[in-house]
């Protein structure tokens, strides 16, 4: 089925930069650096189908020996929300050719009101010398 106001869900996401706590989860073998995302649990709000929850190990001591138990962590199914955003330029793109056609059709009223303003003036143009024709006859 299609997907109903995928603009409407895209709009609803909080996109976020952060970076990954490497030095406290060694384990997880986490990328450096600057990263872009979701906050799982905030889209999980808005689409629960495409966050799971996954267990991963605990914390580990500078041993490598673990400190605790396994953790439930949440995750961003990050492919599934291409087809939202598809769905979110198509809906952008609808919304574009709409306003085109009205911008279109209004400078069209625009030019054609242009051309009854300078039909107008050319009209009392010609009244004007006709009447300072008849007056000075």
């Known amino acids: 089925t299609?997907?109903?106001?995928p603009l409407a869900i895209i709009n609803s996401l909080?996109?976020?930069e952060y970076n990954y706590d490497v030095t406290g989860y060694p384990q997880h073998n986490l990328p450096e650096g600057n990263h872009f995302g979701f906050i799982a649990?905030?889209?999980?709000s808005v689409i629960p189908e495409i966050v799971?929850?996954?267990?991963?190990?605990g914390e580990v001591d500078s041993t490598l020996q673990y400190?605790?138990?396994?953790?439930?962590?949440?995750?961003?199914?990050y492919t599934e929300i291409i087809p939202l955003l598809v769905g979110a330029v198509q809906?952008?793109?609808s919304m574009i050719q709409e306003r085109d056609s009205t911008i279109n059709s209004l400078q069209q009223q625009?030019?054609?009101?242009?051309?009854?303003?300078?039909?107008?003036?050319?009209?009392?143009?010609?009244?004007?010398?006709?009447?300072?024709?008849?007056?000075?006859?």
Do not use: G, H
Request: glycine content about 0%.
């Open 14 to 16: 909080n996109p976020v």
């Open 2 to 5: 299609t997907v109903t106001n």
């Open 91 to 93: 809906e952008q793109q």
């Open 110 to 137: 625009l030019n054609n009101q242009q051309q009854q303003i300078d039909d107008l003036a050319a009209l009392i143009f010609v009244v004007f010398f006709i009447r300072l024709w008849i007056s000075s006859n």
């Open 67 to 77: 400190l605790n138990t396994n953790q439930q962590i949440k995750a961003v199914n």
């Open 41 to 44: 649990q905030e889209v999980e």
């Open 52 to 57: 799971n929850s996954i267990e991963v190990p």
